[in-house]
C-alpha cells in the first residue's frame, strides 16, 4: 500500500521564479494539506485541500496557491519565490471521516531558493 | 508567543534510560493531542494520538494530556538507538464543520540515544 508519495524530492530556484510541486496521496484518503517545515523549526500550515476546493487556509501570502485534482492528487504553487521560502514542504493526507487523526506524511520536497 | 512550545533540545541519553518530552501551549481549544517522530530526511510519522485529557500507553511510549495545565508529555521506556530521531507534538482544535482540523506543531525536540 503506497504512502503519501510527493516529487520532486529537492529543487533548485532562483529568486523570483515560480515553482510547482505535487502530491499523490495515500491510496484511500480523500484529503490533502500542505505545510512548510523551515530548518530546525516545526511544520506550518498552509492551507487544505478537500473536494477540489481549498477548505482551510493557514498565514501564508497568496503566493502560495494550489489545487487539487478529482483522482485527490494535489499541486503546490508558490510565485515569486523569495530566500525565506526555502525550507521542506510536506503534504499530509487523510481521510475526511477520520476526524484528526490518521495524517499520512509524505517525505517532503526539499526546495532551496538561491 | 507561539501556540505551541517545545524545548528544541538537542537531548541525549544512554540507551535504556527514560526520555520525557514536554510541551505547553496556549490555546485552549486544542482537544486533540498528538507526537510525530521524524527521522532526517524523512517526514513526520505519527506516535500517539490522545484526545482530551489522561494517559496512553503503546509499547515502550506513554502520552499524558493535562489539559488544565496546558501541557502534555512523552514518555520512552527502555530507550533503544533506533528511537534516536526529532519527536514534534501536535495538537488540533475540536471539529467543526470540517473533517479535519488543522495540526499546530512544536519546533520538535532533537533525541539521541547514545549506545
Known amino acids: 500500500d503506497a504512502g503519501v508519495t510527493q516529487s520532486p524530492t529537492h529543487l533548485i530556484k532562483t529568486r523570483g521564479q515560480q515553482v510547482t510541486l505535487r502530491c499523490s496521496p495515500k491510496?484511500?484518503?480523500?484529503?490533502v494539506s500542505w505545510y512548510q517545515q523551515a530548518l530546525g523549526q516545526g511544520p506550518q500550515f498552509i492551507f487544505q485541500?478537500?473536494?477540489?476546493?481549498?477548505?482551510q487556509r493557514g498565514n501564508f501570502p497568496d503566493r502560495f496557491s494550489g489545487h487539487q485534482f478529482p483522482n485527490y492528487s494535489s499541486e503546490l504553487n508558490v510565485n515569486a519565490l523569495l530566500l525565506g521560502d526555502s525550507a521542506l514542504y510536506l503534504c499530509a493526507s487523510s481521510l475526511d471521516s477520520l476526524a484528526n487523526y490518521g495524517y499520512t506524511f509524505g517525505s517532503g520536497t526539499r526546495l532551496t531558493v538561491v | 508567543q507561539k501556540e505551541v512550545e517545545q524545548d528544541p533540545g538537542p537531548l541525549s541519553v544512554p540507551e535504556g534510560a527514560i526520555v520525557s518530552l514536554n510541551c505547553t501551549y496556549s490555546n485552549s481549544a486544542f482537544q486533540y493531542f498528538m507526537w510525530y517522530r521524524q527521522y532526517s530526511r524523512k517526514g513526520p510519522e505519527l506516535l500517539m494520538y490522545t484526545y482530551s485529557s489522561g494517559n496512553k500507553e503503546d509499547g515502550r511510549f506513554t502520552a499524558q494530556v493535562d489539559k488544565s495545565s496546558k501541557y502534555i508529555s512523552l514518555f520512552i521506556r527502555d530507550s533503544q538507538p533506533s528511537d534516536s530521531a526529532t519527536y514534534l507534538c501536535a495538537m488540533s482544535a475540536m471539529v467543526s464543520n470540517f473533517g479535519n482540523e488543522k495540526l499546530t506543531f512544536g519546533t520538535g525536540t532533537r533525541l539521541t540515544i547514545i549506545p
Open positions: 485541500y478537500y473536494e477540489e476546493e481549498e477548505r
Open positions: 491510496s484511500g484518503h480523500d484529503t
